[in-house]
């Protein structure tokens, strides 16, 4: 789930007062032994930023440790698994490509404070018509976690994403711009016993964090067959595996943190006459609009709310932003109501199109879009704790409100574990989620 996500902006204002979901929480145990039909001697893992450990707006050294693959590999081991490779940043530039890091509360609000010392960073490529890639140190050395932040499904046989998407960059020999190796052959060049597949989720997230002004959603059709050469190159030499749905992208804590009510809260305690903010709101088609907001507008996380209300220069004067149809919200920083539509539609039909492919080769499947949206609406009680979806104290997603904590990859792994032993009657071990970090408070 990606777009080279830059650093939350350390005046961002984020709503205090964060809600707990309290409501029935199942708890989770241990399958029954069983006899396996799978084999697990080399698992495999393809995916994006998720499947790479991605965490706190950047890819560094503890994150890649914590990823789901790697949790799974370890409780695979127990069972006759093999070696699990990731490509690591080395310790001396553990931070590899920065992150973020909480750094106090201040009147209940989080203090984000961006790490930039110690990066893998070892270059920014200008592509013209492009623009900047930046490029990370290389990785030479096995590979097991071909997990890629920033891929989409729709990039899979695209050979110069090798010179586009620097965290593909640094795995491949060749140095940017004269990679021609699309992703798919690359995870191919080696035989594999089992895989897991998490592919699909920024078809449709990147569309979504851009307030639907910076991508595009994938073409469900495209999808549908690029999906099926996928799983049918995956399992052409018998391999048996495991494939994951794509969640509910606006059901995130970047969607749902920061809210057109406590905007409009904030800003009537200052002028009460303000009835709500204008968003520039998609009509049809291509069609914009400005409106005041609802609540099915959908606010992102990194909306600097201090901006509402500035002066803004227009061909009538300098109105206040956000304030009046002339100075709308920008597009960048609200999903709209149709957009969030056309985003779920999207999601729902890729998630058809995996359940169907996954069955017709018998694969096992972890419904992410059902257990998420599970946890988002009852929270979970897991080794004896509470968690839920809530930005920053909920214990599940990272400090960017799209990625998880380590506690949330323990989690997130153990669903797919459940999905394997479920198929194949296995008995792979359940990881001890309790072994994993939430949120480091300072």
Known sequence: MFKQMKFLKQHLYIIAGLL???????????????????????????????????????????????SYPSIIAKQMQTVGGGVFNQPLFSSAQANGSGYLQLTGIVNGAPVITPVTTNLAIRG????????????YTKYTGDIENYGVPGIKLLQIT???????????????????????TPYLNFVMAKPFTFFSNWLGNNDALLYATSGGAGD?????????????????????????GVVATVPDVTSIPYFNTVTVGAIVAGVQKANPAV???????????????????????????????????TPVSTPYGN?????????????????????????RAHVISFNNTIKSVAASKGLAVFDAFTFLNDIKQNGLVVDGIDLNSNFVTGGIFSLDGVHLTPRGYAIVANGFINAINAKYGSNIPLANVADYHGILFP
Do not use: W
């Not at 979901?21 to 006899?35: F, G, L, V």
């Not at 090798?162 to 640094?170: D, P, Q, T």
């Not at 996928?230 to 018998?238: D, E, F, K, S």
């Open 275 to 309: 009835q709500g903010i204008y968003i520039n709101a998609l009509v049809s088609g291509t069609t914009y609009a400005p409106r005041l907001a609802t609540a099915n507008d959908l606010i992102v996380l990194t909306f600097p709310t201090s901006m509402i209300g």
């Open 124 to 135: 920014v490529l200008p592509v013209p018509g492009f623009g900047n890639v930046t490029l």
């Open 319 to 343: 109105l206040p932003y956000g304030l009046t149809p002339l100075t709308p919200v920008d597009n960048q920083y609200v999903l709209d109501a149709n957009e969030v539509t056309l985003t």
């Open 158 to 180: 695209y050979a110069p994403l090798g010179n586009l998407n620097g965290y593909y960059e640094r795995l491949l020999p060749n140095d940017a711009p004269t990679n021609t």
């Open 20 to 66: 707990f979901i309290t409501s029935c929480k199942p708890d989770i145990k241990t399958p029954q032994a069983k006899h396996s039909t799978a084999d697990f001697s080399r698992y495999i893992s393809l995916g994006n930023s998720l499947t790479a450990g991605y965490a706190d707006g950047g890819l560094y050294l503890q994150g890649q440790l914590n």
């Open 216 to 240: 595009v959603l994938t073409d469900e059709t495209t999808f549908a067959q690029l999906y099926n050469l996928l799983i049918g190159t995956l399992t052409a030499n018998g391999a048996k």
